[in-house]
């Protein structure tokens, strides 16, 4: 009798866990559309069509522009985008997930900046933080290049006039 | 003799008279007919409502007329259970000063000539951090960041025991339920004892006419926040008290290319300051001066 | 009815006569009053300019936003406070003419006060907004803000050096005995009212964590020093050139023993100031800033050293000459002592201490502040008002105290008029 009721409590947990575990990885945030290039998606328009080439190589018919800096000693492409389903991103698992929960996929290597985006203090959010307004979270790749995520030096506005210059006299 | 006397005295005296007089009228004519108007205008908080609302009507007529522009003037109270704070993670501050001009934007304060800032992005050389007397304000590279110089924006911290508050001989600063410390501009005397007492230069002057093109005013205002002021009054950030009393984020937060600016409602445990003061090494500014600042600096990595 | 139509015949009477003593003086008289009117006219043209374009007229700016006017209004509020306590070291030390000091002290002090708090005002960006510092009227900031503080202790003090002179003054007009239980206690009071105003303008630069060099606790004890080394020493020169045109005897033991006063003054702010100079050059934390700036130039900015360094000289000159006897007793040597003192404690207590308040700034900014024309001429007309407005009421007040206008000359006129 108590062997069974182990046995089952057990196997409860499991499932709670494993439930609790795919819903709080499949929490949505309202993000705003992945920022993909015009015309771009979607994907499989072009892939459905081709070969798959898994050697790592550099590209050099189409995806020319695309410089990857980063990891690119360890990884590539077909690392992060599902070789089968390109209008899809593949997590290290092999799992397939949208574009828009391109988070988890970050995550899995970033994971202190993952957890920090989850409860907002990474990344940007606009519009309503409280009450009915909307609210709007940024992707990782809305700031971030995937492919070259460090961000570049941008130039500074202005600084503001000395006190004695003449334009802050009358 | 006498008649001398009599007649040099007279002359004197009506001499004196008429310069008293003469240098008086125009001492009073050059009262403007806003400040004739705005006269005896109650303080604030002594307001009644229907006060209130008519006081709403006559300054967006007078924005109507001034600027060609129809103003939203909201006098909205402080929600309950609210204390705002702000937090600012400096290892992600790149001094681009994109929030300081989404600020002036915002506000409505005085640009091109008398220009009127409320955020100071300061420029430290890596290695020092509390001691600002080395600090560069008016740095102009190329590009930022620079390599070898962290950056300190300073605006009004927000203080729950704020000095500024103190020292104001007329109530024309007070600090609102919600922790915003504002300023009733038609109250306002220009003394400028509030500036000298602020430890971070948060609150800034309008030592003349404030200039701003008409095409470019932020038309949904706050009594209290960024309507349009008037010169010899005191101004200072107000945490966007227009845009947060609605739940918004304010300007600087959402111009922020970094994602460095964070908002919140320090009495929920759920928002995001809350969240960054528990597990992140947040400080202040000028801690020892005891002002108690409501805006969190903190460090990642 | 009839009691009422007298006294407002002799109150016109009064003031008719003191018309004519205002109006009637020697040449140098008429030439000191019209300049005195021609810096007020000026000054108050440059006044009506600023209150147009506000203050953006001025030299001022949000690093150094206090300048020309407060560092004076801070300068007349010493002096306005020294000239009353000097009626202490008069009643003890028995100098004859006593109540001619206490009435003429005290009368200067009304001017000086008047001076201050014009300062204030022209310093005001809403003048016309003035009404909000009212208690009642207004939103007084009492008891949190000192300059509400200020406001009530400043218009007190002129309440109190109005009332004093003013009632002894028509009491002497009258050839009566002044009710002594009456106004002693009001005397009395305005001694450490003196100290007081001067405590309290201390006290508005002092509770400021934000401005290191001003939160110093020596800063009170250094304001009182200063003010009784300067106040004083404007009362020596008035009172040689009250004794000059007029017949009151002031002895030149009084005048001495005033200087001997003011020496050790000076030895407690120079002690003073040696005790801040020390604790700052020895600690050596980051708040030496703003000393540096005064005392050095804080890099590349220095333009209050050498002001500074000559107001010390100038203090410790005069120090020496007060200290020594022999240079405090002869009045040529006195008068440049004096002279030395008004101008080097002005140094010292005005630009020398509002200014390196804010330099450097809270952000650690540095910008340097020199009053332009227009401050410079407000400020002239404000100082030309308060010396006018003391030259009339010495005019009036001298001949009352000496006995020359009383009303004795309105009783003989009558009955002079009756026997006709």
Excluded at chain 1, 126 to 135: E, H, L, V
Excluded at chain 2, 247 to 270: H, I, Q, S
Aim: charged residues 20%; proline residues 6%.
């Amino acid at each position: 009798m108590k062997k069974t009721i182990f046995v089952f409590g057990l196997i409860f947990l499991s499932v709670v866990c494993f439930v609790s575990f795919v819903i709080g990885a499949n929490q949505e945030f309202p993000v705003s559309p992945p920022p993909i290039t015009e015309g771009m998606f979607p994907c499989s328009n072009c892939h459905a069509s081709m070969e798959v080439n898994r050697k790592k190589r550099e590209l050099k018919d189409e995806h020319s522009d695309i410089k990857l800096h980063h990891a690119e000693t360890m990884r590539w492409c077909l690392d992060c985008h599902d070789a089968r389903n390109r209008d899809k991103l593949r997590l290290y698992n092999g799992e397939v997930i949208n574009f828009t929960e391109g988070y988890r996929l970050c995550g899995e290597c970033h994971g202190n900046v993952y957890k920090a985006w989850r409860a907002g203090i990474h990344g940007k959010r606009t519009g309503y933080f409280a009450g009915p307004g909307k609210r709007t979270y940024f992707l990782c790749a809305h700031c971030h290049d995937p492919h070259e995520p460090k961000f570049k030096p941008i130039k500074p506005e202005p600084p503001p006039f000395r006190p004695t210059e003449a334009e802050n006299a009358r | 003799m006498r008649d001398k006397h009599y007649t040099r005295r007279e002359f004197i005296r009506n001499l004196s008279l008429t310069a008293i007089a003469g240098l008086s009228i125009p001492l009073f004519s050059a009262c403007t007919k806003e400040e004739a108007e705005d006269f005896l205008q109650k303080h604030f908080l002594e307001m009644t409502e229907k006060e209130k609302k008519r006081l709403i009507a006559k300054l967006e007529e007078r924005y109507q007329q001034k600027y060609g522009r129809k103003f939203q003037i909201s006098t909205k109270e402080a929600q309950q259970d609210t204390l705002w704070g702000y937090g600012l993670e400096l290892s992600r501050c790149i001094g681009c000063r994109r929030c300081v001009y989404a600020c002036v934007k915002e506000n409505n304060n005085s640009r091109y000539k008398r220009q009127l800032q409320w955020i100071r992005v300061l420029r430290l050389k890596r290695g020092n951090l509390i001691n600002l007397e080395n600090s560069e304000h008016y740095y102009d590279p190329e590009i930022v960041p620079e390599k070898g110089f962290i950056y300190l924006p300073v605006q009004c911290q927000q203080c729950q025991d704020p000095p500024c508050v103190k020292v104001c001989p007329v109530h024309a600063t007070w600090q609102e339920p919600d922790g915003i410390v504002v300023v009733d501009y038609n109250w306002c005397v220009g003394c400028r004892y509030c500036i000298a007492a602020c430890p971070y230069k948060g609150r800034v002057f309008n030592w003349g006419e404030p200039n701003i093109p008409p095409e470019e005013l932020n038309t949904s205002v706050h009594y209290l926040g960024n309507r349009p002021r008037m010169k010899c009054a005191v101004e200072k950030c107000t945490f966007c008290i227009q845009r947060v009393r609605s739940g918004r984020y304010p300007a600087c937060v959402e111009a922020c290319p970094t994602g460095a600016r964070k908002f919140g409602n320090l009495l929920d445990p759920k928002s995001e300051i809350r969240y960054i003061i528990e597990n992140k090494r947040v400080f202040r500014l000028k801690e020892d001066l005891n002002t108690d600042s409501k805006f969190y600096y903190f460090f990642e990595g | 009815m009839e009691t009422l139509r007298v006294t407002l015949k002799e109150t016109w009477h009064f003031y008719r006569k003191t018309l004519i003593l205002v109006a009637k003086g020697s040449n140098a008289y008429y030439a000191w009053c019209f300049l005195l009117l021609a810096f007020i006219a000026a000054g108050v043209l440059f006044y009506l300019k600023q209150h147009d374009v506000g203050l953006l007229a001025t030299n001022m700016n949000d690093q150094v936003s206090w300048g020309l006017y407060i560092a004076n209004f801070t300068y007349l509020v010493g002096a306005a406070a020294a000239a009353v306590l000097l009626v202490i070291p008069s009643y003890i030390y028995h100098f004859k003419p006593i109540k001619e000091i206490v009435i003429l002290g005290e009368l200067f002090a009304a001017s000086s006060v008047i001076m201050a708090i014009l300062f204030v005002m022209v310093d005001l960006g809403r003048l016309d907004r003035f009404w909000h510092m009212l208690p009642f009227l207004g939103k007084m900031n009492f008891p949190e803000s000192l300059l509400a503080w200020d406001v009530l202790a400043l218009n007190g003090y002129l309440v109190l050096n109005i009332l004093i002179p003013v009632y002894l003054l028509v009491k002497f007009y009258y050839r009566k005995d002044p009710n002594w239980k009456f106004i002693l206690p009001f005397i009395l009071i305005s001694v450490p009212w003196a100290v007081g105003i001067h405590t309290v303008t201390a006290f508005l630069y002092n509770g400021l964590p934000a401005r290191p060099f001003w939160n110093a606790s020596i800063l009170a004890p250094r304001f009182l020093a200063s003010a009784f080394c300067s106040g004083p020493a404007i009362i020596i020169i008035i009172f040689q050139i009250i004794r000059k045109v007029s017949a009151i005897k002031i002895e030149d033991e009084a005048l001495f023993k005033i200087a001997e006063l003011i020496a050790y003054a000076m030895f407690l702010n120079l002690f003073l100031l040696g005790s801040e100079i020390y604790k700052e050059y020895y600690s050596h934390s980051v708040h030496i800033a703003a000393f540096e700036y005064l005392f050095e130039g804080l890099h590349g900015h220095n333009l209050l050293v050498p002001w500074i360094w000559a107001a010390m000289a100038m203090n410790v000159i005069a120090f020496f000459i007060f200290l020594v006897p022999s240079t405090r007793k002869r009045l040529t040597t006195l008068n440049l002592g004096c002279l030395l003192i008004i101008v080097g404690v002005w140094i010292e207590k005005g630009p020398g201490f509002v200014i390196p308040g804010f330099v450097p700034d809270p952000l650690g900014e540095i910008h340097e502040y020199i009053p332009n024309l227009l401050e410079l001429m407000v400020s002239f007309g404000i100082w030309a008002l308060g010396l006018l407005i003391f030259t009339f009421l010495m005019k009036v007040a001298i001949p009352i105290v000496t006995g020359e206008f009383t009303h004795t000359e309105y009783e003989k006129e009558v009955t002079a008029l009756r026997h006709r």
